[in-house]
């Protein structure tokens, strides 16, 4: 039995899924399976994957598209690892990303945790990114709203602890992410690797960038939140800040302005900090991105391992 399974669901992004296969084979000190679930690509990627000569390596290949949740459960269900991770087609880990999670668990006791991350755009250049809040903090938040960095493919977590049959909710897409990690809250803190392990890729097609159905999502979360949150709302006007940002980082000034407006009339002011943004030209944001809103030794630590792996 490996330690790990990391599970990388793909469609049509055979040069992402390359370079995200190459950042998981590259870890260091683990046993590791690589389920490959191949969703309906055609741009050769079905093709691709059978080349590859890696034991690691496990594709399951589809003929139609699965859709992102469908994908990842055909993965969960082929799962063999002692601990499970996902890892979205287009981002990267560092080297020691999984040695580092795995010497946290076992030694807090925890049966799920997540790292930092920086943020990449579509060609691999680095964008910014900060230190994550401790496990504490985002119990605490997390009922609320999603804190947890990098989506899905910062997280880890025990084989078989996952609640409800260890699969993803069907009827999510867009906040599988948040799901999840509810679900793991359920059964303890998290651990956290405050490190920045994970680069996290916005290239305007990130599913976030689906407001319509991003926000149609919001009340199942809700549904099957409530319990955790004691009676409090969800913090929507923080999604809609979430949402203006994806907006803008795909040239979208007028839905960014409306996302911004919504969260500012529910109460947000970081909504209200990122109006004159609207007013500054695209190029100059990933500058401002990283020299205003980035922790510069966080970025230094990133870079390290980051420049021979985005390319």
């Known amino acids: 039995m490996p330690q790990v399974t990391v599970v990388i669901a793909t469609h049509n992004r055979r040069r992402l899924l390359a370079q995200a296969l190459r950042s998981a084979l590259a870890q260091r000190r683990v046993d590791l399976e690589v389920v490959v679930v191949e969703n309906g690509s055609t741009d050769g990627t079905p093709d691709w994957l059978r080349s590859v000569r890696d034991p690691r390596v496990r594709p399951i290949i589809s003929e139609r598209a699965l859709g992102g949740t469908g994908a990842r459960n055909a993965g969960l269900r082929a799962a063999e690892g002692e601990w499970v991770g996902f ?10 990303k999984l ?3 795995l010497d946290a668990l076992e030694a807090t006791g925890r049966t799920w945790g997540y790292t930092g991350c920086v943020y990449i755009d579509g060609r691999g250049r680095l964008m910014g990114g900060t230190p994550p809040l401790d496990p504490e903090e985002v119990m605490a938040r997390l009922p609320q709203r999603y804190v947890v960095p990098a989506g899905t493919s910062s997280m880890l977590w025990r084989n078989g602890v996952l609640p409800d049959g260890g699969l993803l909710d069907p009827r999510l897409t867009y906040m599988v992410d948040w799901d999840l990690s509810l679900r793991l809250a359920r059964t303890g803190p998290p651990a956290a690797v405050a490190a920045p392990l994970v680069a996290y890729r916005q290239h305007g097609a990130n599913m976030s960038v689906h407001a319509a159905s991003y926000f149609d999502e919001v009340g ?3 549904e099957k939140s409530a319990d955790l949150r004691g009676g409090r709302p969800l913090d929507l006007a923080y999604q809609r800040r979430n949402a203006g940002s994806e907006w803008m980082r795909v040239g979208a000034r007028r839905e960014a302005a409306r996302s911004y407006a919504q969260g500012v009339r529910e109460g947000d002011l970081g909504s209200l900090a990122r109006v004159p943004a609207l007013l500054v030209p695209r190029f ?17 630590g990133a870079r390290a391992w980051l420049s021979g792996q985005a390319a």
């Open 87 to 96: 890892l979205d087609d287009d981002d990267l880990w560092a080297p020691g």
């Open 99 to 101: 040695r580092a999670q």
């Open 220 to 222: 199942v979360i809700a």
């Open 284 to 300: 100059a944001h990933a500058f401002l991105r990283r020299t205003l809103l980035s922790d510069r030794r966080w970025l230094r």
